[in-house]
Structure formats: structure tokens, C-alpha cells
């Protein structure tokens, strides 16, 4: 059995009173989830404080990038050992907005993923198609291509602990969330390029789906067999409602 993982991503919002407003409330209503892995990814600059408030219970944090170098003339970057010394569990890797807006190639992608794996920083590798892309029926070859490139040079014991997290670029922010089934086929055939390239850690590998999860759609996602969780934008930066995709899941 897979351990579910629901991921909440902030991207860039809340400085540090509303993010320390968001723990603070959503401290007291969350009770700890025996069977699924709760994290939230949070700007660099509330990641210390998050995991202060975070200590003493099963939350984790994530980063939403890093830098593919450990240190260097790299103004403007965070590096794995800067995250891993502060104890952050998680990084966000090629997120479809990193790619658009910040010129990520696949290559950087693996290379972000070697190192996050170096630092024992759990690598959460997203992928997924455009509108036009699926529009001409694209999607199975370029997400395949995504997740073979990304995992290239990984052992089959990296890559079942590896997170991929399948976000169609259409669904991301637009309220347009795809179908339990659409989501199920593209998780499945995740897993099946997965099994070519890796064998077994094909079933041990977690595959998130993300792009407009809601409370009120979560829980029929959450259900599909391919799909290990969630990784949620707008909806994880309320804690009431986060807390509800949370609950969905567990269900
Ligand atoms: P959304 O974002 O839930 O706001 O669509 C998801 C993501 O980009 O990770």
C-alpha cells in the first residue's frame, strides 16, 4: 500500500504574519493522519519558521525550487544543503510555472532531482500537457518524455521513493479540474512508463494529481487506484480548506 501525500502549495504568497497566522489556526484543527503524509510548501523565507511551528508534530515542508548546484555564484538561488540544514523535507521540481516563466529544460529538471536526492530531500517532480498539447492528443508523449528525462540516471530505489505529481497545465489555477478518469489514465500511464524504465518501484513511486483540487472534488480523485494524493495550489492556502482536502483523502 502506497502512503498517500497531500502537498499544499503556496507559491508566492503570504509573507511571514499570514503565514504564521495559517499554522497557527491550522495547528489547532488538524489531528495527525496515521496513514498519509500531510506537507506544504511554503516562499523560502517562511520555510524556518513553518517548520518551528510544524515541530513536535507529523507536518512536513517542502521548498518550491532549488538550485541543481550545492553552492556558487548563483545570485538569487537556494541550494539542497541550505534546505536540508533547516530540515525541509520536500522540494517542488519543474513545476509547469518554473518551466513557462524560468526556462526549465528537463535537464535541469534531473539535475535538480540527483541533487535532491544527494541532501535526502524528497523530490516532487511534476509534469503534465498544455491545452494545445492535449488538444492534439499529445499528452501520453509528453508527459512519458517528462518522466523518463527526469528520473534518467536515478537507481530503482531513488525512484521508488521519488513523488510525481501530474499537472495538466490547463487545470492549474483555472478551476477546470480534470476528471477522476482523465487524471486516473495519466497517473496509470505514468506508472506504466515508470514500470519500463524502473520495474518495481513502479508501485512504490507515488503519483500526485494537482491542478484546481478543491474540497469538493478531492475526494472522488483521491479514490482513483493510480492516484496518491494531491498537490494543491489555491485550496491549501486556507487552512479550512485544506484541512478538508486532507480529510477527503484519508476517506
Ligand atoms: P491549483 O494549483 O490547485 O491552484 O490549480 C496547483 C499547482 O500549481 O500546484
Redesign the pocket.
Known sequence: MRRKLIAG?W?MHKNSETARGFATEFLKLYQVTPDMDVCIAAPFTELLALEEMFAGTDLLTAAQNMHFEDQGAFTGEISAPMLAEIGVDYVIIG???RRAYFAETDEMVNKKVKKAFEWNITPII?CGETLPQRQQSLEDHIVRHQVVMALAGLTDEQVAKAVI?Y?PVW????GHVATPQQAEDMCKVIRDVIRMYHGDAADEVKILY????KPDNAKELMEMEDIDGA??????LDPVDFLKIIHAAEN
Open positions: 502549495n507559491k513545476h509547469s510555472e511534476c505529481a499537472e487545470a492549474i489555477g483555472t494537482g491542478g484546481s483540487v498537490l494543491v495550489g489555491g485550496a491549501s
